[in-house]
């Protein structure tokens, strides 16, 4: 496994498990750090909401997904000495891939949310998403306002370590 942070050994546990409240069928397999997937989705959210077109036949409105994972991975990386580390080097390196005018990987970052708020469909899509996806009772679903609070306190994460580029 080529990875930025070392895996954890974590337990594997079915849906039919979970629900029957039965033990892990897999008592550990090593998965790719939260941090380190939380940096990655807050890149790839970052860039694909400058290239998004929905009018093309490649639009694929499960990029709200990554909203969702970053609001459910928002407490583990927000408090990771590494996080904004990891989610910088590929927000530049993603930059070119937005087609958004020239802007730098931080400032691609810092108008992502904004730019999620402005677009309504986002809200509706999400929402959808989350009925047909997300599993378990309505209260422990993720809201698409909690979801953009947690990605918003994200953003302010990585800007802390490097000031965000308003550019």
Known sequence: MNTALPPRPRPIRSFIAQASKQPPELAALLCVDPVETAADKIGALAWRTFVRDRSSPKD??????????????????????????LALAPLEADAPRARAGGLTGSAMLSAMLPKIAGDPLWQAEYEQF???????????????????????????????????DRQ
Do not use: K, Q, W
């Not at 209260?139 to 994460?157: D, K, N, P, Q, W």
């Open 60 to 85: 694929d409105p499960t990029i709200v997904r990554h909203l969702h994972d970053l609001a459910a991975l928002e407490p583990v990386a927000r408090d990771s000495t590494v996080f904004s580390g």
């Open 130 to 164: 989350v009925r047909n996806v997300a599993f378990g009772s309505d209260e422990g679903r993720i809201g698409y306002e909690s979801a953009m609070t947690a990605c918003g306190r994200l953003v302010e994460a990585i800007g802390r370590t490097v000031p965000v």
